[in-house]
């Protein structure tokens, strides 16, 4: 039950974050920051395979931001994905994969997107795939 | 470092490069793979985690 209403507070919340990437092409750090550092807390808490996962996340965004190649709400959005939504941050992942290819063939390789949306779109899908595993 | 580390932490923006966003993807699905390949299952794990907050 607790993981639902969790699974439910990440979704309104990459709603929220979506919507402002649409319109402005940027989130505000009140709806990253500190969400991010819960996530943070929570993986050194928890320690062993979450930390690390959160870790690689952060690490693989951070450099990514430093060569210019994406924003840092989108890593801060997919490193929270990481530790409370880990279905969700699979798909997002795999989605954003996709997208990405598709942006770079049709529109050249310096071609920017919204990436929340793509990250809210894998947490959506992973919705039924939870289901459907039990989980 | 820590400036980048700060700058990063505060960024607002929300913009993916697709060529990144490709490579990225890559990195952190081998990676993911990589756990597996070596007998951790990171993701089945984390749900477990996940599940018990």
């Not at chain 1, 649409?22 to 050194?44: C, D």
């Not at chain 1, 989605?95 to 809210?120: D, E, K, Q, S, Y």
């Amino acid at each position: 039950m607790t993981a639902w209403l969790v699974t439910g507070a990440v979704m309104v919340w990459l709603v929220v974050c979506a919507v402002y990437d649409i319109r402005t092409r940027s989130v505000p750090n009140i709806l990253t920051i500190p969400p991010f550092a819960l996530a943070g807390l929570w993986a050194v808490w928890q320690g062993g395979i979450t930390l690390w996962l959160f870790g690689l996340v952060f690490v693989v965004m951070f450099f990514s931001f430093w060569k210019g190649g994406t924003g840092g709400a989108d890593g801060k959005v997919l490193a929270t994905m990481a530790v409370f939504m880990p279905a969700g941050f699979l798909l997002a992942v795999v989605l954003r994969l996709l997208v990405g290819a598709g942006v770079w063939l049709r529109h050249g390789r310096t071609a920017r997107f919204p990436a929340v949306p793509v990250f809210a779109a894998g947490a959506f899908l992973s919705i039924p795939v939870q289901i459907i595993s039990g989980g | 470092m820590f400036e980048k580390i700060k700058l990063f932490l505060l960024s607002r923006e929300a913009n993916d490069m697709g060529e990144y966003a490709v490579v990225g993807a890559l990195i952190l699905l081998v990676a993911l793979a990589g756990f597996q390949a070596l007998g951790i299952n990171i993701l089945g794990k984390i749900m477990q985690v996940a599940s018990g907050i």
